[in-house]
Structure formats: C-alpha cells, structure tokens
C-alpha cells in the first residue's frame, strides 16, 4: 500500500471513529456499534484497533450491554499501552463498575484514570474522571469526599485550555447539579439549595430538571419550609420521565403535605406511591409515622 | 460510608422495609391498643387509677409466681 493510500485509509478510519462517537453522545448505539465494526476491519494496526476496541467496549457499556470487547478493557489496561488507552480504559471499568454497584471497583479504577489523565495534563479528561469519581463516592455515602472531587472537577474546568465553550457550559451545569446534591445529602441544607438554584435555568432535559426539583423539595423539607418543599416535589412530578422519579416526587410531595398539616393530600400521595408496592399493607401507616428523608439518596 | 449514615434509594429502603411489613403493623396495631389503654386509664379518677396500678401490681405478682393460667385466660384475682 502505498504512503498516500495509507494516509486515506488512516483518515477513513478516524472518520469512521468520530462518527462513532457522535452516534453514541446521540444514544443511537447500534449505529455506533456498526462503525466501529467498519472502521475495525479496516485496519491491523494494534494500537488503533485497541482504540476502537475501547470506544466499542464503552459503547457497549453505555448502551448497558455486555460483548468481547467489554471483557477485553481489564486486558488493554494492564497493557497500558499509552496514557490515552490506559485512561480511556479505567474509565470505562469505572463505569461499569459504577452502573453494577461494585463500587470499591468502581473506585480503583477511577484513581488509575485520573492519574493517568493528570500525567497526560489532559485537563478535560481530569473534569471528566473527577465527575465520575464524585458520583460514585456520592453512591458509596462517602459524601465529602463527592464534594471533593466535583470541586476539583469544577476546579479543572475553570483552567485554561478548555476552549470548548458548549462542552464548558454543559459540563459546568452537571457538576454544580450534582455538588448540590452532595452538600445537601451532606446535611449542607442551605449550600446545596443554592448550588442547585444557581442552575436550575439552565438544565434542559425533563429528566435532570425531575432530579434537580426532587433535590430542591428535599432540601426545603429540610429546612422546614414546606409550601417551597411541596411546590418543587410537584415540579419534579411534572418532569418525571422514570419510575424512579415519580415514587421520589411522590414521596417528597406527601412528606411536605403532612408536615405542612394537610393530611389528606400527604394521604392522597402517599396512596400513589403505594400502588408501587402492593405487598406492603402498612406502607402508609409508616409514612404516616416515620420521616424517611434521611436515610435516602433520591438518585439512587 | 461516613458517620455510620448510608443513604440508599427510595425503592431499596421500601424494599426492605416490605420484607419486616408484618412486625411494622403489628407495631402500629400495638402502639394504638396501647394508646387507647393509657387513654381510658387518664379518663379515671385519680381513686381508680390507684384501683388499676393496685390491679397491675398484683397481676404482676401473680405472673412472676407462677400461679397464673395463660391457657384459661383466667386467673384467680378475677373476682379482685
């Protein structure tokens, strides 16, 4: 082959990859998948196979399915072949640990990332790790150390060289939503509301505007302030866009309706919320009795 | 995990919850019979009230003796 038809060839496959890429920020994973099986029988170059792989092996993940080149990232991290592969790898085993609650694992393999994207001065890979790495800890309740790390990550982003003003400000909205969520689960009542209000404009999906208005009626439950506790709880309602989401705004809407005196809409909501478990005859009874709020992590 | 507080997800918490439902509601139904009992003893004279403790004790007594028939649901002191 000669050198110009080889430079096609690369540039083709980096095309296909990129293409890859922007179908699995889409959601649209089988398309993704489709890509990278073109752009893999492309080439023989290990190094760049081992890139696909990996990009295959996330998309898999994130499309929550599992394939050959899921069970090869523990591989291609021991190889560690170069700082790109080993952090783009660990994160990806991050993940997946994340998403299967194992999450010492989880854990583990977030400090392998993240110091590989600190030796690579890569500083939007560090932003990206250390948001992962905060939402584990959050999961794990090891909630200072969440804040730490979306600290460090907003902390990362506010460096220079991340010119990408899009991915700045979206990133930015993320992070602040969840190192509200943090300081609020922390017992920081009053830092996390005003974390989560200095964003709420700006969340623009009806499925992170639900978590954002569940958090924020948590927090006002908190502080005693249950008209806002009551109003929020039924915003989060209206965006609601998983079962999840509905049982928490349900919960948090009868919570501050019986705590504001008015028992027959605390009944009402938490009759709702009930209907999700029909086994449990005294559910309401201990609704009724019992304030749950701190021992729940509405993500969760 | 800090200060021994580990939040978990509405779901899982009511999940396990479920799974100690019939010790819960024989807790609510305990703690309103009991309610109503503290109730009805408030509403007596303060003579009467002696009467019951004087009762309690002697049932008291009566059970840590041994000379109480649980199968009968009677006792010797009903005529008390």
Redesign the interface.
Known sequence: MSEATMADMTSRIEELRQRALEQVRADHFDEALSLYDEALGLTDDEEVRELITINKGHALIAAERTGPEVKALPMILMRRRNAHHTFLSAYALMYTNRLANELKRAIFYGQIALEAATEAQQTLWQVAVQNELGIVYET?????KAIESFTQALACLDKKGVDDVAAQAFSRVAIITNLGDSTL?SGNSKEGLRLIHSVIDQIATPHAKSDAFGNLSYGYLDLGDFDKARSYGEQALEFACEE?QV??AH?LIGEAAYKAGDVDAAEEHFEQLAR??P?????K??LF?ID?R??????? | ??QG???????????I??TF?LS??DF?DESARSESVVQKYRSLSPTAQKEVESFIEFKRAQEEDGSWDSDSGESEGDDV
């Not at chain 1, 794990?140 to 200072?144: A, K, V």
């Open positions: 794990d309740s090891q909630f200072g689960l999840r049982r928490n919960y999700f478990y086994q449990f005859r005294h559910l009874s201990l009795a749950l701190s021992m729940i992590n509405l993500k969760l | 995990m800090e507080e580990y939040k978990v997800g509405l779901d899982t918490l009511l999940k919850l479920a439902d819960i509601g609510f």
